[in-house]
């Protein structure tokens, strides 16, 4: 609590001497009763003397446990789109949110003032087709208003463009990108199941003839679709003040990703060298997520976005607000929190930002490898659903949100954010305090998303009503409580004497990620140290059988019967693991099953690591048990 009023007292610092200060770059205020020019110089020199020495120089809010400072919001207006671009959206379209459940211009408006109060100086209007919402010049001229906010960017099929544009720069848009994947109208329309080819052109062109520069232009790269049409988009910026963008292939739900189509960015790269012999790599821009290249004697430049093959999590200052709402720290997680339900709750700015500041704090260091992200449950691209719920952070009470950040140098602020909301949760779960839920109203229930989301496992955090991915029979299907936790909380092993003896089987599943190098090696059984896969099995069958020496408070089962079987998967370079265990007994086999398949994984990556270590272990999970009070369960 003593680091309130330091942090009220350097407020009022900031306050009188400089303007907004979302960039770091202090805009002073002139008063009409200013002190001669030496004293007005010495206090200013003492006062940044204080703050660089007592504050953080990024909101603590915005800043991750990896100190990536994020100044860049994308928010979408809307999930709808005028069409239906293959790798975006699934054939058969999306459910949308209902109207009433999506963001409402001043709850944007709302949402926007925050951000930018805290240091976001970049916003960008997405969608679905952010250019079809009625509202959007209105929208972009009341960001234009926000203090502190330099950049106010479109992402835009361009079908509305050239009609839209002259209001929207009056309005203040300083950058526009426009999505075209084909310089072919009919291959256009097979692309984006629809007409507008022309539009879009003619959207470039009014862009340009308005005096954008560059007008950035994104394609998506796709082996066996729009491969081939690499030079003719690269010819483009030969004359006009293009930046052409070439995206790699990108995983999202429902777009059929498959890695054979991607075509990475150094393939892409040779294609384009072999033309143009001279192409220059251009210096990187700070927070850049493109690696920019010039011809030279060109007008423009191509970039490329390496998201798949070369990734810049590194780097990354953008968060994300959907249509409806939810905070996304990451484009390829699953991770999402609804800041409409605590803006609809009444919750105040300082409860609004210990909410971001908690989940901008579990951003993990980078997203899932790209085989793991095509199997993560995502939104499909045009929503960036189907959600994943479970509390997995601490819903915003007028009780237990009274955190405030405590202005220090370096990495302080943002590990006491860190550290203050692990505790809190920690001793907070498994209850939830009941004022929350009161506070939040009957008719507003508190979403929150999956914190699984950037691991490397899909994330098994369903709702009691929407298992969709697994079922469960008998009286005891569900339990709301922890079966190895006494009345006081601590760890305790359960006495199972009393219950009856019955058959017991459970089957668990894993895989590795090899790689082609090392996948080889393993499918010609040529690795120096032997036979992997028989080792693994072997290791697999020996785990199982000691699980209660491994885990603290599993039983000790005499298993039946024990069975691992290996599968060489060539499309991902993977070997697929099935465990299963059998007893008969009065307790179950899933963690012998689970450790089974945990440790034949371990053993195939101790085998192979001196090949390369850039080997994935992931997808350990139960995929059915049977006997039990319990029930059965089987995973769909």
């Given amino acids: 609590m003593a680091a309130q009023p330091l942090f009220r007292m350097i407020r009022r610092l900031l306050r009188s001497s400089v303007r907004g200060c979302s960039s770091g770059a202090p805009v002073t205020q002139p008063s009409p009763r200013e002190p001669s020019r030496p004293a007005t110089e010495e206090l200013s020199r003492q006062r940044w003397q204080f703050l660089r020495e007592h504050t953080a120089p990024f909101s603590a809010f915005l800043t991750d446990s990896f100190g990536r400072q994020h100044s860049y919001l994308r928010i979408s207006l809307t999930e709808k789109c005028n069409l239906r671009c293959q790798y975006c959206m699934p054939e058969e379209g999306v459910p949308l949110t209902p109207k009433a459940d999506l963001l409402t211009t001043e709850e944007i408006l709302t949402l926007a003032r925050l951000f930018v109060k805290e240091g976001v100086d970049k916003i960008r209007l997405t969608g679905g087709e952010p250019l079809i919402r009625r509202d959007v010049v209105d929208i972009v001229a009341q960001l234009h208003q ?25 309005a203040g848009l300083g950058a526009i990108n426009i999505s075209l994947d084909t310089l072919v109208p009919a291959k256009y329309e097979f692309i984006v199941r629809r007409k507008g080819f022309h539009k879009v052109m003619e959207g470039i062109h009014k862009a340009i003839e308005l005096g954008y520069d560059p007008v950035k232009v994104n394609c998506v790269v796709m082996r066996g679709l729009n491969e081939d049409e690499l030079l003719d988009f690269v010819a483009l910026t030969k004359d006009l003040p293009l930046d052409v963008r070439f995206i790699e292939y990108m995983p999202f739900d429902g777009n059929k990703w498959n890695f054979k189509k991607m075509v990475s960015y150094k393939e892409m790269l040779d294609t384009i060298r072999q033309q143009w012999p001279a192409l220059e790599k251009l210096p990187e821009e700070d927070l850049s997520t493109a690696k920019a290249f010039r011809i030279p004697g060109f007008q423009g430049q191509i970039s490329f976005i390496t998201s798949m093959s070369e990734h810049f999590c590194g780097t990354c200052n953008r968060l994300r607000i959907t249509a409806d709402g939810n905070l996304k720290v990451c484009l390829f997680g699953n991770s999402e929190v609804s800041l409409r339900d605590h803006l609809r709750a009444g919750a105040s700015e300082e409860e609004l930002l210990t909410i971001i500041g908690a989940a901008v704090g579990r951003k993990k260091r980078q997203h899932a490898g790209m085989f793991n992200i095509a199997q993560m449950k995502n939104r499909p691209m045009i929503l960036i659903g189907l959600f994943l719920t479970c509390q997995d952070s601490p819903p915003a009470s007028p009780v237990t949100s009274s955190w405030r950040p405590v202005p220090a140098q370096d990495q302080r602020p943002r590990l006491l954010l860190s550290r203050l909301m692990a505790t809190w949760w920690k001793t907070k779960t498994p209850q939830v305090p009941p004022l929350a839920w009161q506070w939040l109203g009957a008719g507003s229930p508190l979403r929150l998303y999956s914190s699984q989301a950037d691991s490397d496992t899909t994330s098994m955090c369903l709702s009691p009503g929407t298992r969709a991915h697994a079922t469960t029979s008998g009286p005891w299907a569900a339990s709301d409580q922890l ?154």
């Fill in 146 to 170: 926000l203090e502190g906010l330099k950049t106010i960017g479109v992402t835009t099929n361009g079908i509305n463009l050239a009609r839209l544009l002259p209001s929207l720069q009056k």
């Fill in 483 to 636: 079966t190895h936790v006494d009345s006081e909380g601590r760890a305790a092993m359960v006495d199972v004497g009393r219950k009856p003896d019955t058959d017991r089987e459970a089957v668990a599943s894993g895989v590795v990620l090899l790689g082609p190098v090392a996948f080889e090696l393993v499918q010609q059984n040529q690795l120096k140290k032997g036979d992997a896969l028989g080792v693994a099995q072997l290791a697999g069958v020996q785990a199982a059988k000691l699980t209660s020496q491994l885990i603290p408070l599993c039983h000790h089962v005499a298993l039946s019967h024990i069975q691992v079987q290996l599968r060489l998967d060539p499309e991902r370079h993977a070997v697929v693991i099935q465990a299963s265990c059998r007893a008969r007994g009065p307790t179950g086999v899933e963690m012998e099953a689970l450790t089974s398949a945990a440790v034949t994984a371990l053993t195939l990556y101790d085998m192979c690591k001196a090949v390369s270590r850039d080997i994935e272990i992931g997808e350990i999970k139960l995929i059915s048990k049977t006997g039990g009070q319990r029930g059965d369960f089987r995973r769909a």
